[in-house]
């Protein structure tokens, strides 16, 4: 896309982001998820796996759909300053997909978590792999974090014992709704890394390849019966 | 004990999370499934007591009556109801109640229906809600919970016995090849020793819930149902039930210490071993003659110590048969086919009527491919309440 003036102020200003090495994790079932950072051409696949969950509203599914298809929309459009998209796919099909964005030196503000293949703790994974990404290649201090849905509230909130601010800082609100933010600070991340983050550096270059083109899920188990292009 | 008593039907939901569903309805799906399978939803009318199993409808759910609510709900008045709360063995207690009415001669058909709708709260909340059952004093108020006891326990059987992290997860990976093939189960996917003992990152896809148990030695939270019909074989109801019956050989029950510290050695499962052993003599069977078996696995601890208790393994020894693979369906004795609480999940009321239900599956031969044990006779079902303080056992026998 031709870069004129007009565009150019559309764009926020951006800051040159330190990319996120890629790795691998065995799940529980054996599969090996690669996760990597996701590249704007990959922007086409990720949004057509998002789609079809729009119209779930169990587990909220509906509310994340929605706002992580505006974000990868956004980022792939320019229209977001700083975020970043990792994925984690399984033989090149998405598992699950996570958005961020990093907001100025030392501060993170996580955006959504979004789970495909259920059952094998991929969200948990990636959100570990987003937060990695944060603190230990961004280099941030500490990363906003709020949750839209019950379960993504048991899983940050209270499964990584995220400080919660809002009373020591009423005004500090996150940029998703203005819901009280939470916060993951380094000192915390250093403490539940070992048992929260993993996977192997550096992916063996066929499997790395098994994930330069993402393809998007046939099947979902949140949409039973439903099944891509039928 | 003469009469003959029998199930002629069963129900059961897929276990999961039915949070979005009111407790009594997932307890009526069940129960009309039951019915379905015994004949027909006109069978209701013959019912002569309804049974409901439930542990904790009053904090989970902040919902009291669940029987009449239940009869309602199906339209059954007049029909007597009336819940039973035993902790996670409220649906063995139920089937056993049930069974008394039946034997009492008080009734001739008994609907057992149990359920639990956990996951409206979070999984520490829930914890919390079933720490409940432990002592008050002793126990709950000193910050034990279920998974905090089992890990002790499971550490104590370590120490004491040999076995090892890895062998946990043996379990697991039995159980959830077994879940993985049951349309019911509440997480069907099977998962590998590499994956969860073995390999780089198992640390954390297997993490650590209360060391030494890990997210694969301990039971999902799981919202479910599951029901049962019972029939006095030999009164003139009987003939009205098209199915041949599974006969309830043997169902006892035993108690044990609310505090598990005034066990003389907290390895040794009394209630457990006694409950077995009146069973074994009711039905008139021994260890040798369960063809499998659906052990409550909370923690996969507890299958390993209630395969001893039951007499399968010498004291100590279990896990060894879990490597030797002797509890997979084509070993020397099957235990979990039905994945376990630890893969099909543990809606605690609802588990000991499930257990029951998996029993009359396999010794119907209604198994799915791959699951169903070759030509069984007997089925065992040991139901857990408390810390093993309150267990019942069932027999049940293709005739
Ligand atoms: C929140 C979310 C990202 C979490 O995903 P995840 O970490 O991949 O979680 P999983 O689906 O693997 O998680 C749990 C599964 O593990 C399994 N599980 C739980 N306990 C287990 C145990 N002891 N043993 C084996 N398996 C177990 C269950 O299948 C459970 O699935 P269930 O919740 O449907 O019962 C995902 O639910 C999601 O995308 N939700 C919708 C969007 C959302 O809420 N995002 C967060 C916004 S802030």
């Known amino acids: 896309m031709a870069i004129d003036a007009l565009e150019a102020k559309l764009r926020p200003p951006a800051d040159v982001l330190a990319p996120y090495p890629s790795k691998l994790i065995t799940l529980a079932s054996g599969e090996q998820m690669v996760v990597r950072e996701a590249r704007l051409a990959d922007a086409g ?46 033989d090149g099909v998405i598992a699950g997909i996570v958005t961020s964005r990093h907001v100025k030196a030392g501060l993170g503000m996580s955006l959504h978590t979004l789970t495909i293949k259920r059952g094998l703790r991929v969200g948990a994974q990636l959100f570990a792999a987003k937060m990695e990404h944060h603190i230990d290649y961004l280099g941030e201090d500490e990363v906003h974090i709020v949750a839209e849905s019950p379960i993504g509230f048991k899983r940050w909130m209270i499964e990584y014992e995220l400080e919660d601010r809002s009373a020591m800082y009423p005004d500090l609100r996150h940029e998703l ?53 039928a | 004990m003469s009469a003959r008593i029998g199930i002629v039907g069963i129900g059961h939901c897929r276990f999961g999370n039915s949070s979005e569903y ?8 069940s129960a009309n499934d ?31 009556s669940v029987a009449s609510a239940l009869i309602s709900r199906m339209d059954m008045e007049p029909c007597p109801a009336e819940l039973v709360e035993n902790g996670p063995a409220s649906g063995a207690s139920a089937i056993r109640l049930g069974y008394m009415a039946i034997a009492s001669g008080m009734a001739d058909v008994v609907l057992v229906a149990a359920g639990e709708v956990m996951r409206v709260v979070s999984g520490w909340e829930a914890t919390n809600i079933v720490a409940t059952m432990a002592h008050t004093e002793a126990e709950y108020n000193m910050g034990l919970t279920l998974p905090g006891f089992a890990g002790m326990f499971t550490r104590l059987y370590m120490e004491k016995y040999g076995m090892t992290e890895r062998d946990l997860a043996l379990v697991a990976v039995k159980d959830h090849d077994n879940g993985a093939k049951n ?22 896809v297997n993490n650590y819930v209360a060391e030494p148990l890990r997210m694969y030695s301990t039971c999902p939270i799981s919202d479910g149902s599951a029901a049962v019909i019972l029939v006095n074989m030999d009164s003139p109801k009987a003939k009205l039930f098209p199915k041949k019956p599974i006969r309830i050989a043997g169902i006892a029950s035993a108690t044990d210490t609310h505090c598990v510290h005034n066990r003389k050695d907290p390895l040794v499962l009394d209630a457990v071993r006694i409950s077995a052993e009146k069973a074994y003599k009711m039905a008139g069977v021994g260890p040798k003659d369960i063809s499998l078996a659906e052990l409550h696995d909370a923690f996969v601890i507890f299958e390993l110590l209630n395969s001893e208790e039951v007499g399968f393994f010498e004291r100590g020894k279990s896990f060894l048969g879990v490597r030797n693979r002797e509890t997979e369906i084509g070993g020397r004795i099957p235990i979990n086919t039905s994945g376990g609480l630890k893969a099909k999940g543990h809606p605690v009321g609802a588990t000991g009527v499930s257990q029951v239900v998996e029993l009359v599956r396999q010794l119907r031969g209604e198994a799915e491919e791959g699951r169903q044990v070759k030509d069984p006779k007997y089925g065992m079902a040991v139901n857990f309440g408390g810390f093993g303080n309150n267990v019942v056992t069932t027999i049940l026998a293709k005739d």
């Not at chain 1, 057509?48 to 990868?72: C, F, H, N, Q």
């Open chain 1, 177 to 229: 709704g203005g819901v009280p933010t939470f916060t993951l600070t380094r000192k915390l991340w250093e403490a539940v890394k070992p048992v929260k983050c993993t996977g192997v550096r550096p992916v063996p270059a066929e499997l790395l390849k098994t994930a330069d083109k993402l393809i998007m899920p046939d099947e979902y188990v949140q949409l039973p019966g439903w099944k891509r292009g």
């Open chain 1, 45 to 90: 696949a990720l949004l057509g796996t998002v789609y079809p969950l729009l119209g779930v509203p169990k587990d909220y599914y509906d509310i994340v759909a929605a706002r992580m298809y505006s974000e990868i929309l956004g980022w792939f459009r320019y229209r977001v300053a700083n975020e970043f998209v990792i994925v984690g796919a399984i």
């Open chain 2, 34 to 64: 039951a019915f379905r399978d015994a004949g027909g939803l006109h069978l209701r009318k013959e019912v002569d007591q309804v049974l409901v199993g439930n542990m904790a409808a009053g904090m989970f759910n902040h919902q009291t």
């Open chain 2, 22 to 29: 009111d407790l009594v309805d997932v307890i009526a799906y």
């Open chain 2, 183 to 204: 349309i019911y189960s509440h997480v069907q996917l099977p998962v590998t020793i590499e994956a969860i003992a073995d390999g780089e990152n198992a640390n954390v």
